[in-house]
C-alpha cells in the first residue's frame, strides 16, 4: 500500500494522522505496475474468469485498471452511497448498459485491506443481477443509461437480502455484471479501507441464444429473461 499512501500524502492525507483524514474518501487511479499487476493476472483469477465468462471471450489485461476509492473512518456521508449496477460502455454520449452486457464480463472487488463490518464494506443484493436484467431486456441492445434504468432496478431489487463485502487483504469477490450494490457509510471502524473494482472487460457481447453453450454468467441473463 506503500504507492497508495504516496499518491495520498500529496494531497496532505498522511498515514500515521488521522487528522488529516478530512473527508470520507478519496479516489486515486489504481497502479499499474508491481504487486497490482501481478494481482489482477494472477492465475487463479485468469482460470475464473475462463469458467465464468468463457476461454477468449474477455480482455487480458496486464493489471487492474479502475479506481481505488479509500474510505477513511468518517460520519460525514460521501455522497456516493446508493444502489447501481455498473454502467459497462460508452456510446459516444453517455454511458449504458444492456442486457447482453456489452463490454463487461464482470464486476470484480478486490480487497486491499481487510475489511470489517465497521469498515464501510460494499453492500450487495444477492441474486440482484436477475431483476437487473429483466429490467434491461426491454431496451435491447441500446440499453439504458443509469439515470433511465436505476430507479427501476432498484425498485426491482428491493426485497432481495443483503450482504457485506467483508474479508482479508487479498480476497476478490467476482459478481456478475448485473450486481446491485452500494457504497455503505458510516466508516466506525479506525483504519481506511481500500478496494478497486474494476470490470472484466467482453470482447464481444453475450450472445444470449443457447443455454446449452452459455457459460454461468452468460446463463444468469438467459435464465432470468
Not at 479506481?67 to 460508452?90: K, Q
Not at 457504497?183 to 467482453?202: C, D
Not at 457481447?205 to 453453450?213: E, I, K, M, S, V
Amino acid at each position: 500500500m506503500d504507492v497508495v499512501w504516496a499518491e495520498l500524502e500529496e494531497r496532505g492525507v498522511r498515514r500515521g494522522d488521522p487528522e488529516s483524514w478530512k473527508t470520507p474518501v478519496e479516489r486515486i487511479a489504481c497502479p499499474e505496475d508491481g504487486a497490482f499487476v501481478e494481482a489482477g493476472t494472477a492465475g487463479v483469477l485468469w482460470e475464473a474468469y475462463d469458467q465464468l465468462i468463457g476461454p477468449d471471450k474477455w480482455w487480458k489485461r496486464e493489471g487492474m485498471g479502475g479506481t481505488i476509492p479509500i474510505r477513511f473512518p468518517h460520519s460525514a456521508d460521501p455522497g456516493d452511497a446508493g444502489w447501481h449496477i455498473e454502467a459497462s460502455y460508452w456510446n459516444g454520449t453517455d454511458w449504458r448498459a444492456n442486457v447482453r452486457s456489452r463490454e463487461r464480463g464482470l464486476l470484480s472487488l478486490f480487497l486491499l485491506t481487510d475489511v470489517c463490518p465497521d469498515d464501510a464494506p460494499t453492500l450487495i443484493r444477492v441474486g440482484s443481477h436477475a431483476d437487473a436484467a429483466r429490467v434491461l431486456a426491454p431496451a435491447g441492445d441500446d440499453g439504458f443509461a443509469p439515470g433511465e434504468s436505476g430507479p427501476l432496478i432498484v425498485e426491482a431489487s428491493a426485497d432481495r437480502p443483503v450482504v457485506e463485502a467483508t474479508g482479508s487483504a487479498g480476497d476478490v469477490y467476482l459478481c456478475h455484471p448485473f450486481l446491485v450494490h452500494s457504497a455503505s457509510w458510516p466508516h466506525r471502524g479506525t483504519n481506511p479501507r481500500m478496494i478497486t473494482q474494476p470490470g472484466v472487460a467482453l470482447l464481444e457481447p453475450f450472445a444470449l441464444t443457447d443455454r446449452n453453450t452459455a457459460y454461468p454468467v452468460e446463463a444468469a441473463i438467459l435464465n432470468a429473461i
